[in-house]
């Protein structure tokens, strides 16, 4: 989050309650969640516990002194680790948006049963490459058709790499299967995985951004519909 002006209650008082000094701009009310971390600088101040959307103030966790002092707001997350949902052969759906899950996708070894995997509007920033193909079961060897239906990773902070790695591992998965005559049905949604600072929100990479080798350009033009993988689709946008 950028930085934000606001001031406590009484200007010589410690207290746990915040007020913005600062009018336009940032919004306590739009842009704060209960939870997040208040900085000074670089120091950790607190957490945010409550909200006065109406007045614009926050309380936080510990009391402090400040006078129009410039804070910023840092969303606190939950890392779940690359190997939390190893091992669930079982496991046919996964519906986890909405989390504020950080860090990594999860590997998702030996998981070749899921068909609908969500990871919506979370703070995920990496993709491992094999996880497609963990999810899939080609990475098993297996040769029927993948369950796999939709894997959504829109409105999270995906790097540029890590977009390019989904991107290979849909053409080794379309690839892999084409070649056994399977057809499969994928969609994996990238929208809005990039972050812009400068109004705070999600838009999407362009194709310029993220085709930046011939050979990665050539492999995104032929997934999708009416083309000659159309089985595994890619949505940028």
């Known amino acids: ?42 120091t950790e101040i607190g957490r945010v516990t409550q909200i006065d959307r109406n007045n614009a103030f926050i309380y936080i966790t510990d009391s402090v002194s400040l006078t129009a002092a410039t804070l910023s ?38 998981c070749y049963n899921l068909a609908w995997v969500y990871f919506s509007n979370n703070l995920i920033s990496n993709y491992n ?8 079961g080609m990475a098993t060897g297996r040769r029927s058709t993948p369950r796999l239906r939709r894997l959504d990773l ?17 053409y080794s998965v379309a690839v892999y299967y084409f070649q056994l005559n399977v057809r499969p049905s994928i969609t994996i949604n990238l929208a809005n995985t990039k972050y812009d600072s400068s109004t705070d929100s999600f838009i999407n990479w362009t194709r310029e951004e993220i085709l930046t080798t011939p050979e990665l350009e050539t492999a995104f033009n032929q997934l999708g519909s009416g083309n000659t993988y159309s089985g595994v689709s890619v949505l940028l946008s």
Not at 129 to 136: D, K, M
């Open 73 to 110: 707001f840092r969303r606190a997350g939950q890392e779940i680790g690359t190997s939390y949902l190893n091992n669930y052969t079982a496991l046919t759906q996964v519906y986890l948006q909405n989390n504020k899950i950080v860090g990594n996708l999860p590997l998702f070894e030996n």
């Open 154 to 170: 829109s409105s999270n902070p995906l790097s540029a790499e890590a977009v390019r790695r989904v991107i290979q591992d849909a």
């Open 1 to 42: 989050f950028p930085s934000h002006d606001i001031n406590i209650n009484t200007a010589n008082a410690t207290s746990d309650k915040l007020y913005q000094s600062n009018s336009g701009g940032f919004s306590i009310n739009t842009k704060v969640m209960v939870g997040d971390i208040v900085l000074n600088g670089s």
């Open 129 to 136: 490459s094999n996880t497609l193909q963990n999810i899939t």
